[in-house]
């Protein structure tokens, strides 16, 4: 590493020292309302209950990478019985999702910032480091590299803004970022031309495909939700699942509009974070909407509402199971959208608002193939749920043709896996 570049990791190093302890304190603010961090914010600053023996570890920055490594995570622990795994994430919901993750320990991954880093490297051992998507932090990333441990980006992505972004430090990102990676598992080809363009080396580069194809839902919870749909909803039903704050009223107004011409349209509400439930419900109150919260049911044979709130956990595919049409929330507003791949793999049409950009691929060819609809506004979400769910067979053909392009993805989830053996000593 050059001079300069080491004099800048150097800063940074003691910044970090420093902000650490104020991020830590920002982030517990920020999520107050979501699960709170409570001891675990400790976890945050380094402080763990030390651990025995050498740890794989996995991580994924919130609840969004932590499911889609789930079922990676679960075939590796199966053909590594004897190996010991923790997965980190950086935020509670992330968390709670983690631990429904059998055989490993989860932990709120440390901040970067090296007393942080030093704490979970002597609490845990890692002896390989898995990070889906794209996390390159340059602290965690030197730690890796100075204790032998090498680093995999699996899943790896890389859009073009950000591209631009690390060009203009290109000498910086080379040295503290790209020299230090072991591995660059990439979605597409496009991804590996962007990961070479800012500096990783050609030969650690490999096209594997993208996991999220080869996900494993729990078809029992669906079939589960499917009983219970038939037994308590009499017309059809429109979900909106991983909703955003400014979302709620789009989806709700629709809502009102499409029930116009859908006289028994039910809606099932799924906020993506706990802190935009009470706005769906003032929402849903001052339209004189009756909705019941999921957390307030002992049993959904007790549901006679007109809107179902899923103020619940872990429990994505018995939500999905009470659908006949999904709009993928995250999309309306800029936050880039939700993976649309679960709804797809259980058949079922998909709406998507313009902004898609963190699942540019799937949505793209999904809409190519007519799985999923756009909806560039409000007023096109309200015209394709009348149109989708007014039209049976339109509904039905759609669903068989995102499960389609789900099928035809999978895939990814073995090259991973096998390249991710050569790591493991």
Same mark, same amino acid.
């Given at each position: 590493?050059?001079?300069?570049?080491?004099?800048?990791?150097?800063?940074?190093?003691?910044?970090?020292?420093?902000?650490?302890?104020?991020?830590?304190?920002?982030?517990?603010?920020?999520?107050?309302?979501?699960?709170?961090?409570?001891?675990?914010?400790?976890?945050?600053?380094?402080?763990?209950?030390?651990?025995l023996g050498n740890f794989v570890w996995f991580h994924g920055a919130s609840v969004g990478e932590i499911n889609a490594l789930k079922t990676l995570v679960n075939e590796f622990t199966k053909t590594h019985p004897n190996q010991?795994?923790?997965?980190?994430?950086?935020?509670?919901?992330?968390?709670?999702?983690?631990?429904?993750?059998?055989?490993?320990?989860?932990?709120?991954?440390?901040?970067?910032?090296?007393?942080?880093?030093?704490?979970?490297?002597?609490?845990?051992?890692?002896?390989?480091? %898995? =990070?889906?998507?794209?996390?390159?932090?340059? $602290?965690?990333?030197?730690?890796?590299?100075?204790? +032998?441990?090498?680093? @995999?980006?699996?899943?790896?992505?890389?859009?073009?803004?950000?591209?631009?972004?690390?060009?203009?430090?290109?000498?910086?990102?080379?040295?503290?970022?790209?020299?230090?990676?072991?591995?660059?598992?990439?979605?597409?080809?496009?991804?590996?031309?962007?990961?070479?363009?800012?500096?990783?080396?050609?030969?650690?580069?490999?096209?594997?495909?993208?996991?999220?194809?080869?996900?494993?839902?729990?078809?029992?919870?669906?079939?589960?939700?499917?009983?219970?749909?038939?037994?308590?909803?009499?017309?059809?039903?429109?979900?909106?699942?991983?909703?955003?704050?400014?979302?709620?009223?789009?989806?709700?107004?629709? %809502? =009102?509009?499409?029930?116009?011409?859908?006289? $028994?349209?039910?809606?099932?509400?799924?906020?993506? +974070?706990?802190?935009? @439930?009470s706005k769906a419900c003032e929402l849903l109150t001052s339209n004189q909407i009756t909705f019941k919260k999921k957390s307030e049911l002992k049993d959904l044979c007790d549901f006679s509402a007109d809107v179902l709130i899923?103020?619940?956990?872990?429990?994505?595919?018995?939500?999905?199971?009470?659908?006949?049409?999904?709009?993928?929330?995250?999309?309306?507003?800029?936050?880039?959208?939700?993976?649309?791949?679960?709804?797809?793999?259980?058949?079922?049409?998909?709406?998507?608002?313009?902004?898609?950009?963190?699942?540019?691929?799937?949505?793209?060819?999904?809409?190519?193939?007519?799985?999923?609809?756009?909806?560039?506004?409000?007023k096109e979400l309200t015209r394709l749920i009348v149109k989708l769910l007014g039209d049976q067979e339109l509904l039905e053909k759609t669903g068989i043709k995102a499960l389609d392009i789900q099928q035809q993805g999978r895939?990814?989830?073995?090259?991973?896996?096998?390249?991710?053996?050569?790591?493991?000593?």
């Amino acid at each position: 590493m050059k001079l300069y570049a080491q004099i800048v990791l150097l800063l940074y190093k003691i910044l970090t020292i420093f902000i650490a302890p104020i991020g830590a304190t920002f982030l517990s603010y920020k999520k107050r309302k979501d699960p709170s961090y409570g001891v675990k914010f400790f976890n945050l600053l380094g402080f763990y209950k030390k651990q025995l023996g050498n740890f794989v570890w996995f991580h994924g920055a919130s609840v969004g990478e932590i499911n889609a490594l789930k079922t990676l995570v679960n075939e590796f622990t199966k053909t590594h019985p004897n190996q010991k795994v923790v997965v980190t994430t950086m935020t509670m919901t992330g968390y709670l999702q983690a631990k429904t993750i059998k055989d490993v320990h989860v932990a709120i991954s440390p901040l970067d910032s090296p007393l942080s880093l030093w704490g979970f490297f002597h609490a845990f051992h890692p002896k390989a480091l %898995f =990070i889906i998507d794209t996390e390159l932090w340059p $602290n965690m990333l030197d730690k890796a590299y100075k204790n +032998h441990c090498p680093v @995999v980006i699996f899943n790896a992505r890389l859009q073009d803004k950000n591209v631009k972004s690390y060009l203009k430090h290109k000498f910086l990102v080379k040295h503290l970022i790209a020299d230090k990676l072991s591995s660059v598992l990439c979605m597409s080809f496009a991804d590996l031309m962007r990961f070479k363009h800012i500096g990783v080396d050609e030969d650690k580069l490999k096209v594997t495909g993208n996991i999220k194809y080869d996900l494993k839902p729990r078809d029992e919870l669906f079939a589960k939700a499917l009983t219970y749909k038939n037994q308590v909803f009499k017309g059809k039903v429109f979900g909106a699942i991983s909703t955003h704050e400014g979302e709620e009223e789009i989806v709700i107004n629709s %809502f =009102i509009e499409a029930k116009k011409h859908l006289s $028994n349209l039910k809606l099932v509400l799924v906020p993506r +974070h706990q802190t935009t @439930v009470s706005k769906a419900c003032e929402l849903l109150t001052s339209n004189q909407i009756t909705f019941k919260k999921k957390s307030e049911l002992k049993d959904l044979c007790d549901f006679s509402a007109d809107v179902l709130i899923g103020d619940t956990m872990g429990e994505i595919e018995l939500y999905l199971g009470l659908c006949d049409l999904v709009f993928m929330g995250g999309s309306f507003v800029n936050v880039g959208g939700h993976n649309p791949l679960e709804p797809a793999y259980f058949s079922l049409p998909i709406l998507t608002g313009p902004d898609y950009h963190n699942f540019q691929e799937q949505f793209d060819k999904l809409i190519d193939a007519n799985g999923a609809y756009l909806a560039y506004d409000p007023k096109e979400l309200t015209r394709l749920i009348v149109k989708l769910l007014g039209d049976q067979e339109l509904l039905e053909k759609t669903g068989i043709k995102a499960l389609d392009i789900q099928q035809q993805g999978r895939g990814a989830l073995k090259r991973t896996l096998s390249n991710m053996e050569k790591f493991i000593n």
